[in-house]
Structure formats: C-alpha cells, structure tokens
C-alpha cells in the first residue's frame, strides 16, 4: 500500500492497487484510532471527574437540597433568581474583584522585577533564584500556618517591626490589612514559578537588540518598555492566564488566616461558596454560585485570550 | 543581558536581592526555630529569632499524636503514583493532540481544557458521591485516580503538547519513512526527546499531589491513611487550640526534604520549566 | 462506527447511571449482619476515650450482635460543618453529638430518631430521674430527638498564684465579703496584667470569633441574643449595649481582656482567669500553678449561669438506628451516666450532687461542684441557639467584627447587628 501523508486532515481514500476494493482500516484510519486511544484515558478521565460533576452540580443548583432532613426538591431557576436578592452577593465579587486583581498586578510585577534583577550579570544569582523559588516547594497548609502566625499581633511580622520602631497594626483583624496581607501570602507563595517563567522568557531576548539600542543612545527603562516587555509579551499573557484563573481558585489561605473576615472583607467567591454549601448547608445555592464561578473564569480566560492579538507582539 | 555593571550599581542590586529576599526565607526560617522552641516561647514578646534551648520533644509529640512516619509515606507513594500516571496519560494525549490528525480533535481537546477551568471546590461533593456509591472512600483511590485522569492533569497535557508542537516534523518523517507505526515513533523518537518538559510536569505534578489538602479531607477519615497537609491540620489539643510548636515541628519535617531536593535538582528544574514552551 | 464514539456512548451511559444514583444517598439497605455503629464526637482527649471505649466493651460483651463501637473524632471547630457534609455526601454517621446551638436544627429536621420510647423502655434506666429544664432544647413535639448527655455550666477557673503575685484579692476573698461582681473580677484582671504582663481575664473559645461564648458575659446583664421565641433581635437592646460597652472597655481601654488576635492560654499559666466549661479541669497540671473555681461573677442584674450543652442522637438513616439506640441508652443508663459525670454532667437530678460528682471528679472540692456544677445546672440559661444556626451565627460574627477596634461606636454597630440578622431570625 503506497504512503499516505498524515498531515493532511480529513479522511482520504487511499489510492489501490488494483481493482476497486479499498480495505477501512488504511493506515490513514489507523492513525486515527491511534489518536483517540492516546487520548483515551485522559478524554475519559475528564468526561468522569470533570464534566459529569459539573453536570451534576448544575442539577444540583436547579435543586432546594435540605440534608438534615433529607429534602431534595426541584426548584427551577429559583436559586439563579436568588442570585439577584442576595445581600452579600455585591461585596463578595468585589473582594473577588480587588483579591484578584491585587494578586496579579503584584504577582506579575514582583515576578518580572525579580526576573530582571535575576538576569543581570551578577555572581550567586543562582543563590538567590533558588531562594526566591523556594516557597513555591513548600506546602501550602505549612506556609499558610507559619503566616497566621507571623501575622497575629503579638506575632513575629510586628515582633520585627517592633524592633525597628514600627507600630505594626493587628494585620488580620483590619478589613484593608486583612485583604493585603492574604494576598501577599499568597504572592509570596507562587511569585517565584513566575519569576522563573519570565527568566527564561528574558533571557530568549537576543542581546543584540540591547546592543544597537545602546548604540542610538537609548537608556536602561526605554530598552526596557520597547525591547524587552514586547518580546517577552507572550509569556506575560500566558503567566497572567494562569494566575488569574488560579488567582479565583484561592481558598485554604483565606480559611486558614482570616475565615473571610473581618466582618466580609475577604470573603470572595469561592469562599463564600464553602459557606454557602458546606457551612450553612445551602447545597443548592453554593451550586449555584459554583456555576457563576465557573462562568466567570471562562470568560476572563476566553477574553485574555482574545486579546492575545491585541497585545502580544508576534514575530511573524 | 551582558553588560557589565560598575560595582556601585553591583552594591545596590546585591543590598536590593537581599532585602527582598526576606519574606522569602523568614517564613521557613519562622517555621524550623520555632519548632524547636517550647510554645510560651514561640509567641514571646520581642521575639527570639534563634531558639533560647532548642529541644526536640515537638518533634517526638509529632509521632506519638500520628502515625506520622505511615502518613508520610502515604503522601510520598501516592506523589510518585500519579506522577508516573500522570505522565504516562499526559504524554500520550499531549502527543496525540500535537501530532496526529483525528476528527473533533479540537473540540476533543478544548472539552479536556475545561478541566483547567473548573475549582477543585466545585466538583468534590459529586465527587465525593461518586466514590462513596463505589465504597471507595476513606481509601487512596480517590486522590490517585482523580489527579491522573481528571482536572490536574490537563495542566501537564497542556505542555506536553505545547513541547510536542515544538518539535521539528522531520524527525517523525523519517521515522515513518524507516517503517516505524504511529506507537514506536512516539516511544522511540518523540518520548525520549521530551525530557525537559517531562521533568517539569514530574515536578509540577509531585508538588502538587504532596500539597493537596481538600481532598484528604474529604475522602479521608482513617488517621493512618491521612497525608501530610491533612496531617499537619490535626495537632491540635483536644478543645481544638492549635500546638504551635507541634504543628510547625510537622510542617518543617513536610517541607524540608522536599526543598532540600529542589535545592540539590534545581538547575535541572528551572531548566526543565523554561523549555516547556510556556514562554510561548 | 468509529471507536472513539463508542467510548464516548459508554461514558454517557455511565453518567446517566452514576447521576441517578448520586442524589439523595439515602437508600442503603439495612444489613442482618453483626452491626457496626459510628459516633462522631468532638473530644479527641485521651481521657475522654478511653472512657467511652470501656463503656462500649462492656456494652458488646453483652450484645454480641454489634461487632464493632468507633468513636470518631472530628474536629472541634467545624464540627457541625463536617458532621452535616458527612451526611450530605451519604456517609453519615449512626449516633453523632450534637452542639447546642445546633440542636433545633437538628431536632426540628426529622434526621433523628425519637428516642423517648427505647429509653423509658430499658431496664432500670429511672426516665423520670431526667431533669426536664435540660431536656427542654432536645424535644419537639413532645418528643425527645437527642439525649443531652451533658450540661456544662460555666465556671471561672482562677491562677491564684498569678493574682497574688500583683496583689489582688483572689475571688474566693472576694466571695466570702459578698463582693465578687463583675466590676470587681475585671478590676482584678486589668491589675494583674498590668503587674505580670500576662493576660488578665480569658473567655475561652471565643478568640473575637466565638461569639455565642459571651453570653456568659453579657447574662449578667440580663442581655440576650434574642428573643425567646427567636423571633426578635436581642442586640440593640439597653442591656446588650450596656454590657458591651463595659466589655468593650474592659479589652480596649483597661486591657483586662487580651484584644484580637493576641492568643493566651489559661491552662498554659498565661492569664490569670479564664471563664469556660468545668470539662476543662482535665486540662489542669497536678504541678502547676494554684487554682481554684468559682461560679461566674454577677452582674448589674445579680448573679446567674450559664450553662453549655451537648446531646447525643440516632441518625434515623442509620441502617442499624434501632440497635444504635439500644447501645444509646446503655451509655446513658444511671451507672454509667455516673462514670461520664467525670467529665460531662448528666440531666440526672439524683446525681446532680456535689458527693456523686466528687466521686468521679478527684480535681474539683465539693464546695466548687455544689456552687459552680450543681446550682449552675439548676439555675443556668441555655446558649443561645437557633434554628438556620450557621448562618445567624456567621452573619453575628461578621456584623460584629467593627467592635472589636479601639474606637469602634458600640451602639452603632449592635444595631448593624439587629439590621442584619431581623431577616434570619424572621425564617
């Protein structure tokens, strides 16, 4: 049987030999079927513990389920409509708004500060990269237990304000100092993966760019925003993507330090669906709030993605 | 950049490293001396930044209050467990997604993306149903097979197939000019050039199974089947005010070996995550 | 047909075969089989345990048809949560504890088994031996949903050496002259901390979080966090805002009290005083400081307690509830209703005396269990409680957390609380 080019798409008849049989299984279609064995497991895996879970909860959400009493009873819309009379609803997507936004406007900036600092030609770089990344190995229930810590007010964070006369204020207990102090914790977790990211990112920008721009007289910062950002613009939208979505998946950190207090300052989405579901046994309702959680990443990650055109600086 | 720096310049970048090192490191710093500080110490007023008497018994009260030792193995076992799953599956379906042709293959590939999009927080309590109606629950089967074939995955999909597209066609062509199948010439020519970027979703994958700490708790009840996050969670006295220098005891003796190791792999590591074509 | 559909046609088949089973989980077939019961409790005190594993031997050497009794202890501090998650997921337990002010949510549910019959009808089980001022929270309809296994009055456990190290009259002086009011406690507390620099006056579990736990605080001022009913808000009341403003000032002005986010530990030696529940006296060392115990001090409206308590039901769901109920009753019959009086005081009013409770409880004199235990049982008010609690408890919780700064204006923000919460307490 002659070669067939696998990199055409679409099924091909293959050309015979003789007479007017064509055999199905044509190492066309059995490259196919290779395809979808390969991805098998993982197809499967995901239609099991991914969307058939994201089926449910939306059944879920359609549902008044008391289960103390063992009531599970079809309501409609009603917790969608509910959406709308709810009190807290407004101030829990605006801590979601400023958390999220907060962490990644310093996240980004802090991992591509590091990242340049990192990149100069400097001895024992490698010292601090590994210093600098080592949060990011540590566990996270481990690293958010030492904080709490650190964080109380007789804690170490004011203990070594203290020393340097600084009157530290009670870091967990006040509603902007709550919500700063989760997400630097959770910055200083992550930053470092960034931070590598964007190292790699600048060190693919060829130096002889830096060169003929030192040449025209150039300086250090405008090298920087004309040369450097655009080059690196697409490890910049993929690391955003990425922390974005996980920026709206934060959880243990807010249960572990502040318990979304003081008062609802730090309660954002996906925590206010812990209490909705779990706490207050509102199983329908945190379903519901499930789905706008879900809604809400997809469209941030489908719009970050379209404007890959916009911004992302292509070398074609 | 290859500039030289005047040694000014050198001073300053080296004082500014430094200073934002700090949050970096005093966290862990926080973590090790305090675990071996008896606890009225811990919370003393201006804090001792080296233990006055250093002591072990923190560490000894880990393992009499757990069976610390059997905990540790469980988060380590079912780490290598779904790292090596997970790189089996992910490999496979990076490569198929990137080098062959199937029909619906993109729809098929943006239906397994979705994994990235949905909180594991979302999904547990149909989860939690799902292998509770299968008697699978208070065992490990939940917190292996999940990670491998559901949402933590995608993630290392996502890379083997960004690497996968990286690679230059000519290889797989003369692969199949030789008379190679679609199999061998994944096994014997694509696999063995995607090191770097296995070793990345190795890494990745590891942390993140030895860090997961919702669906211990979920689906665990039996202590000596619990994992670490989980474990360090339950030092706590019996009216549920936290040991303090107990827990830290465990959180250090979690974390250390794993940093120790990244310290020791970790030029491999950075490498491994820069060639993964994430840069884009 | 292509292979790929037809995996695809399996999946959706199990889908449909997993989503029709996975509402609901209540339907597992009750086993003949030897039983094996579950209670969730929220103690994991060795003590405590080792107690209730002795009962259970016995229990099974006796009923050879339950194989097997696990105590299962999940945390303290979500415990409800993960109880009723526990449920939620069909995993629930056969006879869980139940916090108080959980108990009209779960009394009022129909998830637990009346339990009046199974108890009147043990052998030598003396029902009318029950105080019915303790079983008024566990009934519904005259039925009794969960046994209230025990009722825990408030104490204020006292560091006497601290006290006499800043030169304060311990509360038992105080006592004897007729002058242990609260202003005096709070005085006493803020001197010593300003002497020893350790905390003065602890109220324990409360941490700015646990509000309910002031209510042992705020009863002395005749204030409540509602109505009996349950239907109006308590919090904008004259006598609330009194008390808060006292407390207010005894945390942030005479520092009597440790402010937020500062933990001390009584137990640890760190304050002077500590108001919790006498179940605590385990955590005392024979090698510690000098302690003592007294009943709470009184307030502006004279003294009174406050009592905290625990019941246990029958999950009705349980396959095995009747023999759940059976082994209910054992633990909770007199003999060894008096082995658990150690650590939680029964509703039994024949072993509500100071000599049965020093029987079990070597720690505690006579005279502490008769003022603080015995009459502390009798005349004590309940917790507060309330159906939907989680909810109504968070939202308190949130609409007070401005109090708890400096400069915080008391009477604004209770009436923030009362605005809140009308809405919740109305359902």
Known sequence: MSQTDTRVGGVEAPPTLGGGRRPYWTSRRRDQLTGYLFIAPQLLGSVVFVILPLLLVVWYSLHEWNVLAGTFDFVGADNYAALADDPNLGSVLRATGLFSVGLVVLNLGLALLLAVLLNQKLRGTIVFRTLFFSPVVVSLVAWTIVWGFLLQDNGGLNGLLDTVGVDGPNWLRGEGSAMLSVIVVQVFKNVGLNMVLFLAALQGVPAELYEAAEVDGASRLRQFWRITVPLISPTILLTSIITVVGSLQVFAQIAVLTQGGPGTSTTVLVYYLYQQAFQFHHFGYGATLSIVLFGIVLALTVLQWQMRKRWVFHES | MNRDLSPRTKLVLY???????????????????????????????????????????????????????????????????VTVGTLAVSALSGYAFARIRFRGQNVLFLVVLAGLLIPSEVTIVPLFQMFFKLNLVDTHWPLI????????????????????????????????????????????????????????????????????????????????????????????????????????????????????????????????????GLKG | MKPGKSLRLTAAALAGVLALSACGGGDQAGDDGPASLRMTVWSANEAHLKLLNEIADEYRKSHPDVSA???????????????????????????????????????????????????????????????????????????????????????????????????????????????????????????????????????????????????????????????????????????????????????????????????????????????????????????????????????????????????????????????????????????????????????????????????????????????????????????????????????????????????????????????????????
Request: aromatic share 12%.
């Open chain 2, 15 to 81: 004082g500014v490293l430094l200073v934002l090192a700090i949050p970096f490191v005093f966290p862990t710093w926080w973590m090790v001396t305090s675990s071996l500080k008896p606890v009225s110490d811990i919370f003393a007023f201006p804090p001792q930044l080296l233990p006055v008497s250093p002591r072990l018994d923190a560490y000894q009260r880990v393992f009499e209050l757990q069976p610390f030792g059997r905990q540790y193995l469980n988060s380590l076992y079912i780490a290598l467990v």
């Open chain 3, 69 to 427: 009794i696990k105590f299962d202890p999940l945390p303290f501090e979500n415990y409800t949560t993960t109880l009723t998650t526990q449920i939620a997921g069909g995993n629930a337990p056969d006879l869980a504890w139940v916090f108080e002010n959980s108990a009209p949510d779960f009394v009022s549910s129909g998830a637990l088994l009346p339990l009046d019959d199974t108890l009147k009808k043990a052998e030598g089980y003396q029902y009318e031996d029950l105080s019915p001022a303790t079983l008024k929270l566990w009934q519904d309809g005259g039925k009794l949903y969960a046994y209230p296994f025990s009722t825990s009055p408030f104490g204020v456990f006292v560091n006497t050496d601290l006290l006499k190290k800043a030169g304060q009259k311990t509360p038992a002086e105080l006592i004897a002259a007729g002058q242990w009011t609260w202003d005096a406690a709070l005085a006493a507390a803020g001197a010593t901390q300003r002497a020893t620099g350790k905390a003065g006056l602890v109220i324990r579990d409360f941490d700015y979080k646990g509000w309910d736990n002031l209510s042992t605080f705020w009863a002395g001022w005749g204030a409540q966090a509602w109505s009996e009913d349950g239907k109006s808000c308590g919090f904008a009341a004259p006598e609330m805002v009194e008390a808060m403003t006292t407390l207010h000032k005894a945390i942030f002005t005479d520092k009597a009290l440790p402010g937020p986010g500062t933990t001390a530990d009584f137990f640890a030696g760190d304050a002077a005083m500590t108001i919790t529940q006498i179940s605590r006296a385990s955590l005392l060392k024979d090698d510690g400081f000098a302690w003592d115990l007294v009943p709470l001090p009184a307030g502006p409206k004279g003294p009174y307690a406050v009592v905290g308590q625990a019941g246990i039901g029958v999950l009705k769901k349980s396959p095995h509830a009747d023999a759940a109920a059976d082994f209910l009753a054992f633990l909770t019959n007199p003999t060894n209703s008096a082995k658990l009086a150690q650590f939680f005081p029964p509703p039994r009013q024949s072993q509500l005396t100071a000599e049965t409770l020093g029987k079990t409880n070597p720690k505690l004199k006579p005279e502490q269990l008769q003022k603080v235990v015995v009459d502390g049982i009798t005349s004590g008010v309940v917790k507060p409680s309330h159906a939907g609690q989680a909810e109504l408890s968070q939202q308190v919780r949130a609409s007070l957390d401005p109090l708890w700064k400096p400069d915080a204006d008391v009477k604004a923000v209770l009436d923030g609380v009362c605005a809140k919460i009308q809405p919740l307490l109305a359902k």
């Open chain 2, 145 to 276: 097979l999940v990670p491998i074939l559901g949402a933590p995955s995608v993630l290392a999909t996502f890379i083997m197939r960004q690497f996968f597209i990286s690679l230059p066609g000519e290889l797989e062509e003369a692969a199949r000019v030789d008379g190679l199948g679609r199999f061998a010439t994944f096994w014997k020519i694509a696999l063995p050039l995607s090191r770097p970027a296995l070793g990345a979703v190795a890494i990745f994958t590891f942390l993140h199974s030895w860090n997961l700490y919702l669906e211990p708790i979920v689906f665990l009840s039996s202590p000596e089947k619990f994992t670490l996050p989980q474990a360090l969670t339950q030092f706590v006295d019996a009216y549920g005010g936290p040991m303090w220098n107990v827990q830290l005891a465990a959180a250090s003796m979690t974390a250390l070996p794993v940093l120790i190791v990244f310290v020791i792999a970790q030029k491999q590591f950075v490498e491994g995550l820069a060639h993964t």
